[in-house]
T-cell receptor
Framework: DGGITQSPKYLFRKEGQNVTLSCEQN?????MYWYRQDPGQGLRLIYY???????QKGDIAEGYSVSREKKESFPLTVTSAQKNPTAFYLC???????????????FGAGTRLSVL | LAKTTQPISMDSYEGQEVNITCSHN???????ITWYQQFPSQGPRFIIQ???TKVTNEVASLFIPADRKSSTLSLPRVSLSDTAVYYC???????????????FGKGTKLSVKP
């Protein structure tokens, strides 16, 4: 059953702690993305990756880090430098962003992060 | 970078047709128009995508006029389960940089009433 899986569904962070959100896809997609959504707001791009071992900052990358060691996986670390991490985090994937490609993104179910 | 403008909210009743219009005045030649649906506490789901004229699938229709400066998502005979936020995105699949099709605005919150 193809899809994109995020874990955990709920996550709690203590002050000063780094936490890592998992995102795995078996759609054979080259591109993967992380978004943050605050209540009543749209999605804001944190990081995206076009290929393995390469990633680009989005609009709100400060306080976050990512890695892309495998095509299937794109974990997001929320570092202690992110002072307001409480939000709904969404991971997505799509085929490679090539010229003329229709970039349709497929999303996971999300991880809700709260600060203790 | 094509910017989109949508109504913040819309109300409808079950069984009615709903049309949500998105303005994108500076759409580029290579840009596609894509609509997503999001239910509370879930990730957005792709609904429909088009380049020009009319596109129809089992869920919705997308109308795009000749100048492509706007588009209208049409949902036929809505039900309570269509209550959701609908996002309009415009952009290309070109490699590199922040692309319009990675920018989700606040979307349009559709409320369907019995």
């Amino acid at each position: 059953d193809g899809g994109i899986t995020q874990s955990p569904k709920y996550l709690f962070r203590k002050e000063g702690q780094n936490v890592t959100l998992s995102c795995e896809q078996n759609l054979n997609h080259d591109a993967m993305y992380w978004y943050r959504q605050d209540p009543g707001q749209g999605l804001r791009l944190i990081y995206y990756s076009q290929i393995v071992n390469d990633f680009q900052k989005g609009d709100i990358a400060e306080g976050y880090s990512v890695s892309r060691e495998k095509k299937e996986s794109f974990p997001l670390t929320v570092t202690s430098a992110q002072k307001n991490p409480t939000a709904f985090y969404l991971c997505a994937s799509s085929i490679a962003l090539e010229r003329g490609a229709k970039n349709i993104q497929y999303f996971g179910a999300g991880t809700r992060l709260s600060v203790l | 970078l094509a910017k989109t403008t949508q109504p913040i909210s819309m109300d409808s009743y079950e069984g009615q047709e709903v049309n949500i219009t998105c303005s994108h005045n500076n759409i580029a030649t290579n840009d596609y128009i894509t609509w997503y649906q999001q239910f509370p506490s879930q990730g957005p789901r792709f609904i429909i995508q088009g380049y020009k004229t009319k596109v129809t699938n089992e869920v919705a229709s997308l109308f795009i006029p000749a100048d492509r400066k706007s588009s209208t998502l049409s949902l036929p005979r809505v039900s309570l389960s269509d209550t959701a936020v609908y996002y309009c995105l415009v952009g290309t699949g070109r490699y590199g940089g922040s692309q319009g099709n990675l920018i989700f605005g606040k979307g349009t919150k559709l409320s369907v009433k019995p």
